[in-house]
């Protein structure tokens, strides 16, 4: 494969499907449910358990694979990123039982999101009140007691927590300590099905932006989970000092965060959906006002408005193809940690200063409420701080360019 | 389908070409920079790897192999090793590209033999102009119908101007207000070239030019689109840019696990580490979007905003990463024994270059 900017007809054909489900079902309960924060969207909720579920058109012929999805995932937060993070699927619950589970698992855990049922949810719940991108200081407990795991504690910040947790059919992955003796080597991630006595829905957040989407805080009091809900190997291994298998002791832990090297891809994706819909916008509306921006020009003569939006269209592709690279070395099969960091980094902060921006240049009706502009500046910053902060991902970033150990550079 | 792996051949092209900076580009660099001149070894063996041959036309004994993907593969590789003899090694397609684009059958007959020689042949392109607002698109320079030929009056900058060659190509605006290139021989009746000292590119002579009624046959007229020229040379500098940008990067990078302070190596510090961090990410960004621009002009699609908002991009991460790297490097940055100085007066360079190099 030469270096190609081309989406195959597939990933066309996906761009134009999911832009019209945005266009159509998203954007007109858009501004509905940013002010009806914790109610459930209906419209969109049941409109995509019945109809949006099915894949997008496709014709015979190769696929884009991991970039595909992130077109879906940039055109349906194009839409709106808060309905996004509240579709019925299994979501980021959904990626660590089917990266880390066995085909029992998954059959058990994900059949009821293919299913005719009612719609159901997935979430993962990792962040804690005193842990959040140390992921690896978290304080609830999984104890085996017979059959069982036993789990007490605290999370928040669970995406999709409200449906995962409460509606039948849905589940949540939830990360807890086997041994905190064994630091990162005793963490684990348990399924627990939606209504399990224990897991309590305290209640929602209430957020700056992507009010649509259910921000979870859920407490595990003696919660009970069958053994066969435990994602991956119950073994810990503990350090052993002066032993050489130190590194494997901790392949349990960085096996789950190398989920994110799938997962931030995607995010980023979704960010830069976001500040398409503001550049969009602007540029519509800037036109509608004769102005337009002269690539022929020399730079001297460009006013600050093209100057502006000039770089507001620099930096959303710079995002995008960062994040196409990260996505196509996951069809490459090739290690992409370092990527997809880059990606998530450049693309939170990127689209934050985008829809900023746009805010700016549209002057008074960018601030109102009767547009959508105001609340895409709203949700977009939450993409520089979920998945990773831009700091944990410059961390890793520099870690990866520098090669150092985490120990090197904390 | 969507990917951004080299094919197996530019992987060895590029391979080659860093060897060639790495081996033979960057030893020389700082000596050339203080000295004011250009290697001539160096610029010989760059000729016979035939970095600008292999895009001429197969017609004039080229090698047929245009792509600007490929030719910005190789722009950023050169300008890692030195911009200034990157763009002295490019330079033979400042008149050969133009001509192999836009010349008559007589006129790529007649001059592009002459870059595919034995030997290297600079070549020498009048674009930009010495005034505020210089507008590549709009020159102020004019060509003016006189019998069956033309004069051209006004002023040019930044004009390549290494010995070996006895023509420039000069853009001028004609009468109906579109612009055109003409041939021009260095020793033609008045044309006065005076040597510029710029504050970096310090190895590559450049003149300003002055054309003062400057008489050409009308043989000499080149049908050139001058946004296509401008939209080839954005995409060259773009990926040169990004060239810089990294060789900026990677200088400051190494220093920064070489030096110590307070008992460990400056780059176990976050505030230098996260500022590493970040101009990787940006270098990796402008590099994409420089192939994003050169991939449309390879498919024969206009690429004009693509290669200008590259551009603008890269002028801003290029000139962020060389003071980033001039940062990390303190002191040792500001002295001319390290090279992050030079990167920096290179660096800004972009802001006033315009088809420097082409693709």
Redo the contacts between chains.
Sequence with gaps: MPISFEPTENTRLAREHFRKIAQEQMRPVSRKYDEQEHDLPREWVDWYWKNGRGAAPRVDGPADGMVQVCVQAEELCWGDAGLYLRTPSAALGGAAVAAAGTPEQKERFLASFRSDGHPVWGAMAITEPSAGSDAAAIQTTATADGDEYVLNGTKIFCTAGEGASQVEGGFVVVWATLDKSAGRAGIKSFVVPAGTPGMKLVGCEKKLGIRASDTATLVFEDCRVPKENLLGSAEVKKRDAGAKGGKSSTKGFKGAMATFDATRPIVAAMAVGVGQAALDYVVEALAAEGVTVRYDAPPEQLTAVERDLMRMEAELQAARLLTWRAAAMMNRGQANNLEASMAKAKAGLAVTEITQKAVELLGPPGYSCRHLVEKWMRDAKINDIYEGTQQINQLIVARRILDYPSSMLR | ???????EE?QLIVETVRQFAANEIRPVARDCEESGKLPDGVLAHAHELGLVSNALPEAQGGGGERSA?TAALVAEELAWGDLAIALAVLSPGLVALPLADFGSDAQRAEHLPRYLGESYVPGSLALVEPR??????RPAATARRDGDGFVLDGRKCLVPWQDGDDVVLVVAAEEDGGAAGFLVPRGQEGLGATPERNMGIRALPTVELGLDGVRVPASARVALDV?AL?TRGRVALAAMGVGVARAAFETA?DY??EREAFGAPI??K?AI??K???M???I???R??A??AA??LDRGEDA??EA???Y??VRRVALQAADGAVQVLGGHGYIRDYLPEMHLRNARGF?AFEALALT
Excluded: C, H, Y
């Excluded at chain 2, 389908?1 to 094919?7: K, Q, T, V």
């Excluded at chain 2, 505020?132 to 698109?137: A, I, L, M, R, V």
């Design positions: 389908m969507i990917d951004f792996e080299p094919s530019q993907v505020f607002g210089s507008d590549p698109f946004a401008v990078r920064a696990k780059a176990t976050q580490a996260f590493l961090a970040d990787a990410i940006e990796d960004a402008a994409l979007l192939w994003e991939w449309r004009l905003r200008t908002l590259a603008d991009q802001a």
